[in-house]
Nanobody, 124 residues
């Protein structure tokens, strides 16, 4: 079983940066594809980014390409989301997700394990 705990959310000025972390328990972290999703009030839980087991491949949704970067440190059982140049559409609850396998899915229902979420708020 995998337990995921997000941290690093908070209030940031528009145009600023924030780094989210997701710490995973267990001995098989490197066997899981990891992803970040976000959900704003009244919206669906939308894909943000995914990363392969080794970290060699990533996928980012168009709205965050060039601004956000997913990464992972398998030695620390941690996945990160570096968020730069934050925009008005970025505030949401951000969730870390994991699935055993190799495919970088964009659908939320493909992921088996989820963190509790961390709030990101952008101030004007």
């Amino acid at each position: 079983q995998v337990q995921l705990v997000e941290s690093g959310g908070g209030l940031v000025q528009a145009g600023g940066s924030l780094r989210l972390s997701c710490a995973a328990s267990g001995r098989t972290f490197s066997s899981y594809v990891m992803a970040w999703f976000r959900q704003a009030p009244g919206n669906e839980r939308d894909f943000v980014a995914a990363i392969s087991r080794s970290g060699s491949s990533t996928d980012h949704t168009d709205s965050v390409k060039g601004r956000f970067a997913i990464s992972r440190d398998n030695a620390k059982n941690t996945v990160y989301l570096q968020m730069n140049s934050l925009k008005p559409e970025d505030p949401a609850v951000y969730y870390c997700a994991a699935v055993y396998g190799t495919s970088l899915y964009r659908r939320a229902d493909e992921y088996t394990y989820w963190g509790q979420g961390t709030q990101v708020t952008v101030s004007s």
